[in-house]
């Protein structure tokens, strides 16, 4: 049974009624539809329609674009749907997860950095302000993953760090405001990633702490999301086997299932130990963590016979649909079952009020609601916190403040920082033009067209030439990569640091903070985490001796190797 009075649903009688008259209203095709949460690429009319009319889905990530086509495309979804729809959102830097002309705010290891639980308030302020101006009411954050292991390819900036308190006061600040704005959060990824140095998108990782661990650490960390209200956990393709053979002993190897489909991790350590009495949905279903562990036409209706009430994204969503309608006729999923899970999505719902918005025709505010997105407010935010968290790791040299009359001639090296798809926006140019205005003279090694001649001109060639070294780094972590690591420009290497001995020569990253593992011997070394005109803009002031440097380390940048702190 659901609790619709307690936490976190809280609602009164009419609510409740309007959960209870809802669900007698449907059909079991109906209530299979209020499962799914598909991803929207299209602003196609017909086929929106198709998904909230024929399919009848219980909610909707769509990805983010202008804010003024979203709120349409949102209103639009809205009005045709029967049952108002969870619209969901990656809210975990700002209101760029909403709408691409939204507010970042900054990466959740930037907002660790200033070590100011007020920051993230701010960025959930940001988060839930913006994302309801274009419609949306579900924030997928914040992350609350512990970065224990620097290899994970994954967690990374998107964490509150590698120190449990920290992430526990941060995401609990985060989650409460998100709430008090109108929106659901979704804590994630259960049982908690961070410790396998592998990704969930492209395998069934571990969590391998001991139950001691684990209690200690992402289970404080979900304790503390839960009491302060949480309405939705999302469960990541993550085994746990400690605590899975402690829930049941009887369990093999081969029978260790990730949280999305581990009934004992769902039931027995979810709802039962934590008390989580809200809504469980999974993470993206089309990942090879859940596709690899079951053979999907079992595993779809799996997943919510395990626990879970919301499944995530589709393969296909028809073919998905079917899977579910043949899972409760062969006995895999019960009526019972699923009745729950829509009693848990339609409980979200009515908590958020969205019963009333719809009869009120307010679930989409108008036009005016647009003018949030990088209001002044959010944006003097957005530089506040880039100033509080650049962090100055080491300095062994003592090179800064560096300036136009002593390193004016500057070779810099720029890594990552692609455009397109699942790449970082590239900021090194707005970083150049800064540097340049400042009276810096910049050069930037061209390692396509490099003259191999170069490399065997000796130390003289490069010191007349040069009075600095600049590497400004945005390799950021993203989905379906293996590693964040440098690979030095073929052949030989060429922009590697070699000269450190003979030029003064500084690391800036704006991503990833474990650098020093691939340049552990550069003495001048500076942690941004986020790729922002704001962080940017910061650094410089910095770099120039005219702002102090105030972040914390939110984790280990020197990777517990002793060389990389020389």
């Not at 900036?157 to 609990?172: C, D, I, L, N, Q």
């Not at 804590?187 to 396998?196: A, C, M």
């Not at 935010?381 to 004016?408: F, N, Y």
Request: one cysteine or more; a negative charge; hydrophobic letters at 40%.
């Amino acid at each position: 049974m659901v609790d619709l009075h307690a936490k976190p649903f809280h609602l009164d009688d009419d609510g409740i009624g309007w959960v209870k008259d809802t669900l007698a209203s449907m059909d079991l095709a109906a209530k299979v539809g209020q499962l799914f949460c598909p991803i929207g690429f299209t602003d196609d009319k017909e086929q929106l329609a198709k998904l909230t009319q024929k399919m009848r889905i219980g909610g909707i990530l769509y990805r983010p674009g202008s804010g003024e086509k979203v709120q349409e495309t949102h209103r639009y979804l809205q009005e045709t749907s029967e049952i108002p729809l969870l619209i969901a959102a990656n809210l975990e830097a700002g209101g760029n997860g909403s709408a691409v002309d939204g507010t970042f705010f900054g990466k959740q290891l930037q907002v660790a950095a200033t070590d100011n639980t007020e920051m993230a308030r701010r960025l959930g302020v940001i988060a839930a302000r913006e994302g309801s101006a274009v419609g949306v009411n579900w924030a997928f954050a914040p992350v609350v993953d512990i970065d224990v292991n620097f290899r994970n390819p994954i967690t990374n900036v998107r964490t509150f760090g590698s120190e449990p308190e920290r992430v526990a006061r941060m995401s609990k600040a985060y989650t409460a405001t998100v709430q008090e704005h109108g929106v659901a959060v979704s804590i994630k990824h259960f049982p908690g990633d961070g410790v396998d140095e592998r990704d969930h998108h492209l395998l069934t990782s571990i969590n391998s702490l001991s139950v001691e661990e684990w209690d200690a650490t992402f289970g404080n960390v979900y304790q503390e999301c839960i009491d302060a209200g949480a309405m939705s956990v999302m469960v990541g393709h993550i085994a746990y086997p400690a605590y899975s053979k402690q829930l049941r002993p009887e369990l093999k190897d081969t029978d260790i299932m990730p949280g999305t489909l581990a009934p004992e991790l769902l039931n027995d350590l979810l709802r039962g130990k934590l008390g989580f009495n809200g809504l469980i949905t999974t993470d993206a279903t089309p990942m090879a963590g859940f596709m690899m562990a079951m053979k999907r036409e079992t595993a779809v209706p799996a997943s919510i016979a395990a626990g879970c009430d919301m499944f995530l994204f589709n393969k296909s969503i028809e073919e998905d649909f079917f899977f579910m309608m043949k899972g409760i006729e062969t006995g895999i999923l019960t009526v019972e079952r699923l009745d729950e899970a829509v009693t848990r999505i339609l409980g979200v719902k009515a908590s958020l009020g969205l019963h009333t918005k719809k009869r009120e025709g307010t679930l989409v505010p108008g036009l005016e609601a647009l003018s949030v997105l990088k209001c002044d407010e959010h944006m003097r935010w957005a530089g506040e916190c880039a100033d509080q968290s650049v962090t100055l790791v080491k300095d062994t040299q003592q090179l800064l403040p560096i300036s136009p009359e002593r390193h004016k001639r500057i070779l810099l090296f720029s890594l990552g920082g692609e455009d397109g798809l699942f790449k970082s926006t590239n900021i090194a140019p707005y970083f150049i033009s800064k540097l340049e205005a400042e009276g810096f003279e910049v050069k930037i090694f061209d390692t396509k067209n490099f003259d191999l001649r170069a490399m065997f001109a000796g130390v003289k060639a490069m010191t007349d030439q040069y009075d600095a070294a600049i590497y400004f780094s945005n390799m950021e972590t993203h989905s379906n990569q293996t590693v964040v690591r440098i690979n030095w420009a073929p052949p030989f290497g060429l922009d590697m640091p070699w000269f450190i001995q003979e030029l003064p020569t500084m690391f800036i990253s704006v991503a990833n903070p474990y650098h020093l593992l691939d340049v552990p011997r550069i003495p001048t070394f500076i942690n941004a985490y986020s790729a922002s005109e704001q962080v940017v803009d910061a650094i410089i002031e910095k770099l120039l001796g005219r702002s102090s440097f105030k972040g914390i380390n939110p984790v280990d940048p020197f990777c517990g190797y002793w060389d990389t702190r020389l």
